[in-house]
């Protein structure tokens, strides 16, 4: 579980500490404060910054789109991935790139560029990265057919992505060679919900468990009627499935989101937690669908599970009826939450942390917390 984050350079942080974070954490802060960014850091670093993280990150924001590469010097620069560092550059070879960290220069989690020169002899072909003491002490000419990539440092293996002199379309970089890190498990949850494709893929792997269980318990919370879920298909010609719940006294299956947003909301939220067991959940806008009444209630599952299942949350939310509800259930769970603020200040993002009694107070005060 992640005590701490610091981040540097990424996104619109030049620095950021989080001194104390909790199992279950909330996010509050105006537009533009960073908080989607924030969540973004915790995947990068919880996934060791996965080629499939990056993707999914970057075709969240559509970062996939709009650019033509004749508009840039080379195949990197015109790189969606630009979009992770400050201004929305590639750093050159003599940046640092960005960082994200359990602590300043401990445990870090480097994001760069970085050169590599192919050795070849009689018996064999070695690829070397070249330091950056190396850069510093020779003519360039030195390094004529090096290939510039960005890259992942962490733990001492470097993780190559995005390379210059190649196609810079997602995946593309697939078929190089590169290590990848193990990492745990991280599902994000954003303010539209899980496509109906993930959602099955999840419920199928704990058919048939314990945790589809706590999954159909959650949703009767919203709705005490519903005795099932599950998804069938929808359109043969396509395999295409959607959720269907079966309803006490009601011999039709029901589809799911003719319930309302509330109910898919807390099927999301749920499926994705038990899924994530051992790993990070995150949820972008907490409070979408769901009625200040029934919050409160989702926070108490929240808090229980991520206990049981040793997850780790980390939720964003604009609604002050959502903080009013985390805060209501920290009180019971002391030692399991944390709450902070971000807030930008002449385009420089901060954060303030709270802790119950100081966000009780606001709360009752009335003092600006999201």
Same mark, same amino acid.
């Given at each position: 579980?992640?005590?701490?984050?610091?981040?540097?350079?990424?996104?619109?942080?030049?620095?950021?500490?989080?001194?104390?974070?909790? $199992?279950?954490? +909330?996010?509050?802060?105006?537009? #533009?404060?960073? &908080?989607?960014?924030?969540?973004?850091?915790?995947? %990068?670093? /919880?996934?060791?910054?996965?080629?499939?993280?990056?993707?999914?990150?970057?075709?969240?924001?559509?970062?996939?789109?709009?650019?033509?590469?004749?508009?840039?010097?080379?195949?990197?620069?015109?790189?969606?991935?630009?979009?992770?560092?400050?201004?929305?550059?590639?750093?050159?070879?003599?940046?640092?790139?960005?960082?994200?960290?359990?602590?300043?220069?401990?445990?870090?989690?480097?994001?760069?560029?970085?050169?590599?020169?192919?050795?070849?002899?009689?018996?064999?072909?070695?690829?070397?990265?070249?330091?950056?003491?190396?850069?510093?002490?020779?003519?360039?000419?030195?390094?004529?057919?090096?290939?510039?990539?960005?890259?992942?440092?962490?733990?001492?293996?470097?993780?190559?992505?995005?390379?210059?002199? $190649?196609?810079? +379309?997602?995946?593309?970089?697939? #078929?190089?060679? &590169?290590?990848?890190?193990?990492?745990?498990?991280? %599902?994000? /949850?954003?303010?539209?919900?899980?496509?109906?494709?993930?959602?099955?893929?999840?419920?199928?792997?704990?058919?048939?468990?314990?945790?589809?269980?706590?999954?159909?318990?959650?949703?009767?919370?919203?709705?005490?009627?519903?005795?099932?879920?599950?998804?069938?298909?929808?359109?043969?010609?396509?395999?295409?499935?959607?959720?269907?719940?079966?309803?006490?006294?009601?011999?039709?299956?029901?589809?799911?989101?003719?319930?309302?947003?509330?109910?898919?909301?807390?099927?999301?939220?749920?499926?994705?937690?038990?899924?994530?067991?051992?790993?990070?959940?995150?949820?972008?806008?907490?409070?979408?669908?769901?009625?200040?009444?029934?919050?409160?209630?989702?926070?108490?599952?929240?808090?229980?599970?991520?206990?049981?299942?040793?997850?780790?949350?980390?939720?964003?939310?604009?609604?002050?009826?959502?903080?009013?509800?985390?805060?209501?259930?920290?009180?019971?769970?002391?030692?399991?939450?944390?709450?902070?603020?971000?807030?930008?200040?002449?385009?420089?993002?901060?954060?303030?942390?709270?802790?119950?009694?100081?966000?009780?107070?606001?709360?009752?005060?009335?003092?600006?917390?999201?």
């Amino acid at each position: 579980m992640l005590p701490s984050l610091y981040i540097e350079n990424f996104r619109l942080f030049d620095t950021l500490t989080i001194k104390r974070l909790g $199992r279950v954490n +909330l996010i509050v802060g105006r537009n #533009n404060a960073g &908080k989607s960014a924030f969540l973004e850091a915790v995947w %990068l670093y /919880v996934s060791n910054a996965s080629l499939s993280a990056i993707e999914d990150i970057i075709i969240a924001r559509q970062e996939n789109y709009g650019s033509d590469s004749r508009n840039y010097p080379n195949l990197l620069a015109a790189n969606p991935v630009r979009h992770f560092f400050k201004a929305h550059k590639i750093p050159d070879l003599t940046s640092q790139g960005f960082t994200i960290a359990i602590k300043k220069n401990e445990a870090e989690l480097t994001v760069k560029t970085a050169a590599f020169i192919v050795e070849e002899s009689i018996d064999k072909k070695t690829i070397r990265k070249i330091e950056p003491e190396e850069l510093q002490n020779s003519n360039t000419s030195y390094f004529d057919g090096a290939e510039i990539f960005v890259v992942s440092e962490k733990n001492n293996v470097t993780q190559r992505y995005f390379s210059e002199n $190649r196609g810079f +379309l997602l995946g593309a970089v697939r #078929n190089s060679f &590169k290590i990848e890190l193990p990492s745990k498990p991280c %599902l994000f /949850v954003s303010t539209q919900g899980l496509n109906d494709k993930i959602a099955a893929k999840l419920l199928d792997d704990i058919r048939l468990t314990p945790l589809e269980k706590h999954v159909l318990d959650s949703l009767k919370l919203v709705e005490k009627t519903i005795e099932g879920v599950a998804f069938v298909v929808a359109d043969d010609r396509t395999g295409e499935r959607i959720p269907e719940v079966k309803l006490a006294n009601y011999d039709e299956r029901i589809p799911l989101k003719s319930l309302g947003d509330g109910v898919t909301r807390v099927f999301h939220i749920i499926l994705a937690l038990v899924n994530a067991k051992g790993g990070v959940l995150l949820i972008d806008e907490f409070e979408n669908g769901l009625h200040w009444t029934v919050q409160q209630f989702v926070w108490e599952v929240l808090f229980q599970l991520a206990e049981t299942l040793d997850v780790q949350v980390f939720c964003t939310t604009h609604s002050r009826d959502c903080i009013a509800g985390f805060g209501k259930v920290w009180g019971q769970y002391p030692q399991t939450g944390a709450f902070f603020r971000l807030y930008n200040r002449n385009q420089t993002i901060f954060a303030e942390e709270y802790d119950i009694e100081e966000l009780s107070d606001s709360l009752e005060t009335d003092v600006e917390v999201r």
